[in-house]
């Protein structure tokens, strides 16, 4: 069967705030569809992303490693892939990160995952 | 009279300026959480306060300090148990030994994990400031003329970041150290030259940041007493701040040139140079560095007895090697100068104009243009450079500077 990674988009700064109704009513939602895929059998994995203010980017030109505070902000380039690491800290995800072969011509977004 | 409140306050602020960064940096290895440490550590200087005046100053105040504000930060950690994950931290907390004093290797954990490339240099600033120096975020917000709010946000995001990214509270290993360092010399440069050269504003000297700073350079010092770099940058600090009192007269700038060097601090020029020298003898080995480029070129201004005894070919020859390493406009147009004063205005003009474009919207260049012009006698054309460089200076006191000047060509 083919398999998609579903990629999650919207404005940050329009997330519901954490308790209000708005904030529970999306969690609700979230519960039903993760009940949902889950008896059809369609989600293999999936994890929420923390806010993109928490992203560093991590580029190597000329075999020197570059580390930027923020998400990948240039529009020339797409999306190429979605790697889970397991690291013990940011440094050594920086570590992985620069080895990736795509990394000395584009850029490696890391984004910490919501615990659990 | 003398008041009995006075002597126990002035303890506390004197504690507070000497101890406060290596105290917050063991609290923050305990606590593993900024913000539970500095409220611990904020309200052990309250209770100190207090303490202190009935019981006496104690001995180790650092040490008293240590263990009070972790006993508070465990008591907060307590109350706030209904939540699991604090419930591990605090079972960690009992197993830290009763008295505690603050930890050297922390604070060069703190130090480098404040200044870690995964945060923005402003973040980096203001955090360095805040935890390591104990400025209050109000004193950061005004030193580098912003809101206070901007700066309380900065902070609370730059925290968050360590927080949530796990950006990891140690010393750098060994293959990590150089960048790390070079980002950590940035910092505590970038704060002194914002107090020496205020970009804008009236106040050229915002004395307060070059003091921290060279206090900031000394600390890193006294944690990493083998490293070139380090003893390069102090030097390079302390042999532009030996000239504070020469470079305001009456409330104008006074150039280097013109400046009475007897009024040089005589004190901050001889251990600005022994660091330098120590600097190049601890890695003679390796190629010069860019902070022993400047220091070098410091020295030979503090060791010259006027502007026309200046070495200007040699500051020339070493703008050259910087160049090598350092490629800037702004390093161009500097060794510009010097080459005009070794070897005349007018191949100085020439290599001024290489550097024109890039850096038309940077006054100094025109104002160094201005006064290669006013030398060679093209007093039209000075006086049109004048007037631009006005027009892009926004330092109040050097604006009155170049004004003077082209009265004089106008």
């Known amino acids: ?116 | 009279m003398r008041s009995v409140e006075e002597p126990t306050a002035q303890a506390v602020e004197r504690v507070f300026r000497q101890e406060y960064g290596r105290i917050l940096a063991t609290l923050i290895r305990v606590f593993g959480d900024f913000d539970v440490a500095e409220d611990a550590l904020q309200e052990a200087f309250i209770a100190a306060v207090g303490h202190w005046q009935s019981a006496g100053i104690p001995d180790n105040a650092a040490a008293w300090l240590t263990t009070t504000a972790r006993n508070k930060g465990v008591s907060r950690l307590r109350r706030e148990r209904t939540q699991s994950k604090l419930r591990d931290q605090v079972k960690l907390e009992l197993e830290v030994p009763t008295v505690m004093a603050p930890d050297e290797p922390d604070l060069l954990r703190l130090i480098f994990t404040c200044c870690h490339p995964a945060l923005n240099q402003e973040a980096q600033v203001a955090l360095t400031l805040r935890t390591v120096g104990g400025l209050t975020t109000a004193e950061v917000a005004r030193a580098f003329l912003q809101s206070e709010p901007t700066v309380a946000q900065r902070l609370v995001r730059a925290k968050n970041k360590i927080r949530q990214a796990h950006i990891p509270y140690r010393v750098p290993p060994d293959h990590l150290l150089p960048e790390r360092l070079a980002s950590v010399l940035a910092v505590i440069y970038l704060v002194f030259n914002e107090g020496y050269v205020a970009t804008t504003g009236d106040g050229l000297i915002r004395r307060g940041l070059c003091t921290e700073a060279i206090r900031l350079g000394r600390v890193l010092l006294g944690l990493m007493p083998d490293e070139a770099d380090v003893h390069a940058l102090l030097a390079l600090m302390l042999l532009h701040d030996s000239r504070r009192d020469a470079r305001m007269r009456e409330g104008e700038l006074v150039l280097l040139e013109e400046q009475d060097r007897s009024l040089w601090d005589r004190a901050a020029i001889q251990e600005g140079t022994a660091l330098l020298e120590r600097s190049i003898r601890l890695e003679a080995n390796r190629p010069v560095g860019v902070y022993q480029l400047q220091a070098a070129i410091a020295a030979l201004h503090a060791h010259a007895d006027s502007g026309a005894a200046t070495d200007w070919s040699e500051i020339a020859d070493l703008y050259t090697a910087l160049l090598r390493i350092y490629d800037t406009p702004v390093v161009r147009l500097n060794r510009a100068v010097a080459v005009a004063m070794a070897d005349g205005p007018d191949v100085g003009l020439r290599l001024i104009d290489d550097v024109a474009v890039q850096l038309d919207g940077f006054h100094p260049l025109h104002a160094a243009r201005a006064d290669l012009l006013r030398r060679v006698g093209r007093r039209a054309e000075a006086a049109t450079a004048y007037a631009r460089a006005i027009a892009l200076c926004t330092n109040v006191v050097e604006r009155r500077y170049l004004t003077r000047r082209l009265a004089e060509v106008g």
């Open chain 1, 1 to 116: 069967m083919p398999k998609y990674a579903a990629l999650i988009y919207r404005v940050e700064a329009e997330w519901p705030e954490q308790g209000s109704p708005a904030s529970r009513q999306l969690y609700q939602a979230w519960g039903t569809f993760n009940q949902d895929v889950a008896r059809a059998g369609v989600m293999s994995s999936g994890t929420g992303l923390q806010p993109s203010t928490t992203a560093t980017s991590v580029r190597v030109r000329d075999g020197k490693t570059l580390i930027t505070d923020g998400p990948f902000a240039e529009t020339r380039e797409q999306l190429g892939g979605v790697l889970i690491f397991d690291c013990k800290d940011l440094d050594e995800a920086i570590m992985w990160a620069s080895k990736v072969p795509d990394v000395e011509h584009g850029c490696i977004e890391l984004r910490p995952l919501w615990d659990g």
